[in-house]
């Protein structure tokens, strides 16, 4: 039982698009990422997704509407919704998922994630 210190954690990397696994409970993991740009238009068959912005400024792109997530904010993406993440700037997500989540859902490509590291 140790406390974590976000701040520290996020300065260990630099990539984006590649979480990493803070720490996990149940079924659960708890994943920092990095995120810039535009993502891929994805799903989740199984699994709902908990995005909470630590730093930055998230949109979340659905088919029919855009949600605006800032910082100390988060948006619930329930399993089987077409969503696309976009970072006009860098921004620090907190994800709280279940362990059988890859980051790109329903599609693989050069951006999925199959081993996700922990740190």
């Known amino acids: 039982m140790e406390t974590v210190n976000l701040k520290e954690k996020f300065s260990r990397f630099s ?5 990493k696994v803070l720490g996990e409970m149940n ?30 400024t998230l949109r979340m792109k659905f088919r029919d509407r855009e949600a605006v997530v800032r910082e100390g904010e988060f948006v619930i993406v329930p399993r089987g919704v077409e969503h696309c993440p976009i970072a006009d700037d860098e921004v620090h997500i907190l994800l709280i998922e279940p362990k059988s989540t890859l980051n ?16």
């Open 27 to 56: 079924d659960t993991q708890i994943k920092a990422v990095k995120l810039k740009g535009e993502f891929v238009w994805h799903h989740h068959d199984n699994e709902d997704e908990l995005f909470l912005v630590i730093r930055g």
């Open 15 to 19: 990539d984006y698009w590649s979480p």
């Open 104 to 119: 790109t859902g329903n599609i693989q490509n050069e951006r999925t994630v199959a081993q996700l590291e922990q740190i």
